[in-house]
């Protein structure tokens, strides 16, 4: 069973320029967050997306945007790039289900982007 | 919103000894407290978790305690090993909802 799995694993991006980070799920998981993790601090929530639509929103600005797939899988772009926004982007899916199992995320082994 | 501290920053204990990592967080609603642990270059994995209604977990050496009232949880674990060092992450959340991570404890164990 795979786990969550993201590509690429690293990205190297110019000031001003686009990016689109993919994600998939982990089986039998439907849900699936984004995260932004700056060196040496913790991760900080994006989005998340349930059911195709965007279902929460962390206090980041219009130019992070996302999509979910049919299939579950999703995108995290990121426009306008600013040398600010070098960080790891974590993906992480959750499963429905009761209290202490729909809660549990499970994260993907990130995408380390750097803004020259 | 939710906000989550957590002390120490570092933490440098000797292979055998226990070690604690505290947390305190703002929102009364949150209801979840996930434990993460993160080695250098790998993915966040959860190791432990407890809800509010719950006031202590224990799983082998490692145990979480809440004190719902205070605010503040901690992640005690015990005969620490060298492999158990690696950055530390707590968290709140309200129903799975808004997570809220803390800043992470660097735990190194000296052999």
């Known amino acids: 069973d795979a786990g969550v799995t993201q590509s690429p694993t690293h990205l190297i991006k110019t000031r001003g320029q686009q990016v689109t980070l993919r994600c998939s799920p982990k089986?039998?998981?439907?849900?699936v967050s984004w995260y932004q993790q700056a060196l040496g601090q913790g991760p900080q929530f994006i989005f998340q997306?349930?059911?195709?639509?965007?279902?929460q929103r962390g206090n980041f600005p219009d130019r992070f945007s996302g999509h979910q797939f049919p299939n579950y899988s999703s995108e995290l772009n990121v426009n306008a790039l600013l040398l600010g926004d070098s960080a790891l982007y974590l993906c992480?899916?959750?499963?429905?289900?009761?209290?202490?199992?729909?809660?549990?995320?499970?994260f993907g082994s990130g995408t380390q982007l750097s803004v020259l | 919103g939710e906000n989550v501290e957590q002390h120490p920053s570092t933490l440098s204990v000797q292979e055998g000894d226990s070690a604690v990592i505290k947390c305190t967080y703002s929102?009364?609603?949150?209801?979840?407290f996930p434990w993460y642990k993160q080695e250098l270059g790998k993915r966040p994995q959860l190791i432990i978790d407890?809800?509010?209604?719950?006031g202590e977990k224990k799983d082998q050496r490692i145990a979480v305690t809440l004190n719902k009232t205070a605010k503040h949880f901690s992640l005690h674990i015990t005969e620490t090993q060298p492999e158990d060092s690696a950055v530390y992450f707590c968290?709140?959340?309200?129903?799975?909802?808004?997570?809220?991570f803390g800043p992470g404890t660097r735990l190194s164990v000296l052999p």
């Open positions: 992480a899916s959750s499963q429905p289900g009761p209290p202490l199992v729909g809660e549990k995320l499970f």
């Open positions: 089986s039998g998981h439907d849900t």
């Open positions: 997306y349930y059911e195709e639509e965007e279902r």
């Open positions: 929102d009364s609603a949150s209801n979840y």
């Open positions: 407890i809800r509010s209604n719950v």
């Open positions: 968290a709140a959340s309200s129903y799975g909802q808004n997570f809220v």
